[in-house]
Structure formats: C-alpha cells, structure tokens
C-alpha cells in the first residue's frame, strides 16, 4: 500500500521558516518525480512545487519562487520543503504527492 506522510507544519510569525518532510513506504520514490501542493479550506489545490527523479531540477510557483526550496532523498524515500520568509497567504495545508498518490498533509499557519 502506498501511503505517503507529511510532518513539520505548524504556528508561525510572518518572516518566519519550516521545513517539512514527506515520507514515503510502499513504492520506490526514486522511480518519481515529486511534488507539494496545497490547499486552503474551501479553495482548490494550489501546486507549489516539483522536483525531478534525480534531484537536480526543480520548479516553483511564482508565489513562492525564491522563498521555498524543495529537495529530496532517494536513500530515505524522503521529500523536503524548506520555506523561508513565510506569509500569511501561505498558510494552508500542505501535501506531497506523486501520480495521482497525496498524502494527509501537514498544517501550516503564518500569523501574528
């Protein structure tokens, strides 16, 4: 069974950093290509971010470009998001996702 499970999420100031992670079991995350996504209650899923089967080649939304780094590895079947600089209008809940496999996702809440 795939499952894939988010963790990191949580309370921060406007300015403020996470990192959340994304573990995988029940397939070979080195065979995929990874992403984020999220969503905020009542509105659809916004991608965030992808990261290609190697590693080396990444892609970000515009609203986080340069703010959020996405890495991954392959050795742990582990998906990372580190964003920096956080705001407000980024609180939702994230997931990582690959195929059409999402996991429950991790809360993220910027406020003051």
């Known amino acids: 069974e795939v499952q894939l499970v988010e963790s990191g999420g949580g309370w921060v100031q406007p300015g403020g950093s996470l990192r959340l992670s994304c573990v995988g079991s029940?397939?070979?995350?080195?065979?995929?290509?990874m992403s984020w996504v999220r969503q905020v209650p009542g509105k659809g899923l916004e991608w965030v971010s992808s990261?290609?089967?190697?590693?080396?080649?990444?892609t970000y939304a515009d609203s986080v470009k340069g703010r959020f780094t996405i890495s991954r590895d392959n050795a742990e079947n582990r998906l990372y998001l580190q964003m920096n600089n956080l705001r407000p209008e980024d609180t939702a809940v994230y997931h990582c996702v690959f195929a059409s496999n999402r996991g429950q996702g991790t809360q993220v809440t910027v406020s003051s």
């Open positions: 029940g397939f070979t995350m080195s065979r995929y290509a």
């Open positions: 990261i290609n089967i190697a590693g080396n080649r990444t």
